[in-house]
């Protein structure tokens, strides 16, 4: 079973700064992709930002520029640094983590989500 412990999250004014973490742990031998999605109220969820094994990062266009999404391989943790943030970035934000199957393909596994807020 693995685990997903998700941290970083809060209550920030317009232009200010978060750091989300997301920490994977259980029967982990190697992980493939990791990524952050959100949801906001009434809304689909979506893709915010995935960086691969190899560390190749691709991110939504609403947040290049403005968000870093990284990894420390180590620690099975997964960052997402979020600057110049804006009130349409308020959503529950979704950790995402990729484990190989060992028939091929992969298994995805969710954080519990955390609450950013972005007033204006």
């Known amino acids: 079973q693995v685990q997903l412990v998700e941290s970083g999250g809060g209550l920030v004014q317009a232009g200010g700064s978060l750091r989300l973490s997301c920490e994977a742990s259980g029967s982990i031998f190697s992980i493939n992709a990791m990524g952050w999605y959100r949801q906001a109220p009434g809304k689909q969820r979506e893709l915010v930002a995935s960086?691969?094994?190899?560390?190749?990062?691709n991110y939504a266009d609403s947040v290049k520029g403005r968000f870093t999404i990284s990894r420390d391989n180590a620690k099975n943790t997964v960052y997402l640094q979020m600057n110049s943030l804006k009130p349409e970035d308020t959503a529950v934000y979704y950790c995402n983590v990729l484990l190989p199957l060992p028939v091929g393909g992969s298994y995805a596994y969710w954080g519990q989500g955390t609450q950013v807020t972005v007033s204006s």
């Open positions: 960086i691969t094994s190899g560390g190749r990062t």
